[in-house]
């Protein structure tokens, strides 16, 4: 089976058009929650809250505890994550057209990026 240039690009573009989406959507979500919370509180901007979310592990269980800051957080890593499953859609993709260059290539920038999200903790 091969994939023609054009229906790679159409299913890519497809792919990264949706999570933009529902990236959006999440941190919309979220912030419509927070809003609703906390949208009367006087603010002050002498003190800053110390990020809470720093890991995916405290995201995840932040929104299953129903936090509106975790949900914003979750937003934020799908947005992060759209250029990592582009990248390994590509690597799909090549990979069914047996390129094996290009999923060599494909390979190496997800190593890459992949090692990049761990090390920027």
Known sequence: MTLTDERMERILA????TSVFLSAAVV???GACYLIQHGTEPVSYR????TLYRSVSSVAL???HGHCLAVI?????????TPVARVAASVVAFG????RTYVTVSLI?????????ILMR
Do not use: K, T, Y
Request: proline share 3%; glycine share 12%; aromatic share 2%.
């Open 96 to 99: 069914v057209e047996r390129d």
């Open 109 to 117: 920038v997800l190593l890459i990026l992949l090692c990049s999200l």
């Open 14 to 17: 497809n792919l990264l058009r």
């Open 73 to 81: 957080q979750l937003g934020l890593l799908l947005l992060i994550a």
């Open 47 to 50: 003190h800053f809250q110390p």
């Open 62 to 64: 932040g929104v299953g």
């Open 28 to 30: 919309a979500a979220g």
